[in-house]
């Protein structure tokens, strides 16, 4: 059983735009809170943005204002809608889910490890050229 797939990675030049999906299991996606992560190349992994059941949001410093993660709940899928992308934001992207809020909520904004997150996609590669 696959219970997050990501999809619309892809290659953009900079200042353009894409927009990521994450296709979730009913399981996952009525209850859990869902996010993004990310991990450029020889970069450690880090939060992107986060979404609880609630709609309730957050989303890393760097990147407020350009992404807006959002929910899709007739089609259980998340989404991080990318915009005025910059070549530092080259890196694979991963959807993550777990049932407790604050596991997401504080990997995203606060910079906590994220290692005990309890589900991960494969992941999406984005990159965007200068």
């Known amino acids: 059983q696959v219970d997050l797939v990501e999809s619309g990675g892809g290659s953009v030049q900079a200042g353009g735009s894409l927009r990521l999906s994450c296709a979730a299991s009913?399981?996952?996606?009525?209850?859990?809170?869902m996010g993004w992560f990310r991990q450029g190349p020889g970069k450690e992994r880090e939060g992107v943005a986060a979404?609880?059941?609630?709609?309730?949001?957050i989303y890393a410093d760097s990147m407020k204002g350009r992404f807006t993660i959002s929910k899709d709940n007739a089609k259980n899928t998340l989404y991080l809608q990318m915009n005025t992308l910059k070549p530092e934001d080259t890196a694979m992207y991963y959807c993550?889910?777990?049932?407790?809020?604050?596991?997401?909520?504080?990997?995203?904004?606060?910079?906590?490890?994220?290692?005990?997150?309890?589900?991960w996609g494969k992941g999406t590669l984005v990159t965007v050229s200068s």
């Open positions: 009913e399981a996952i996606y009525s209850s859990y809170c």
């Open positions: 979404i609880d059941s609630t709609g309730r949001t």
């Open positions: 993550a889910a777990d049932p407790t809020p604050e596991r997401l909520f504080l990997a995203v904004g606060a910079g906590a490890g994220s290692n005990g997150i309890s589900y």
